[in-house]
């Protein structure tokens, strides 16, 4: 059975940093584009940062220079590493590779 399994999320003040990582079972992580996912109590999920099989990488606005994410296609996991948190950013963060989704990782920033 194919899993996508965040981790890393957390409690964190503004200013702070995170790191998420997103592990995949089978070959998930090196066949498709990843992207990593937020949806906000009460808000729409909304796509946050989107890696391609050779590792370009997409932002969305509110996230530009503070989130990066990046791939190891031989381990099987993407990673979204998010510095500068604000409590915007507060959030259920999830993985997701073609028809799979994670279960996602709590991420509050307090400020």
């Known amino acids: 059975q194919v899993q996508l399994v965040e981790s890393g999320g957390g409690l964190v003040q503004a200013g702070g940093s995170l790191r998420l990582a997103c592990a995949a079972s089978?070959?998930?992580?090196?066949?498709?584009?990843v992207d990593w996912y937020r949806q906000a109590p009460g808000k729409r999920r909304e796509l946050v940062a989107t890696?391609?099989?050779?590792?370009?990488?997409n932002y969305v606005d509110s996230v530009k220079g503070r989130f990066s994410i990046s791939r190891d296609n031989a381990e099987n996991t993407v990673s979204l590493q998010m510095n500068n948190l604000k409590p915007e950013d507060t959030a259920v963060y999830y993985c997701?590779?073609?028809?799979?989704w994670g279960q996602g990782t709590q991420v509050t920033v307090t400020s």
């Open positions: 089978g070959n998930i992580i090196s066949t498709y584009v």
């Open positions: 890696i391609t099989r050779g590792g370009f990488a």
């Open positions: 997701h590779a073609h028809i799979y």
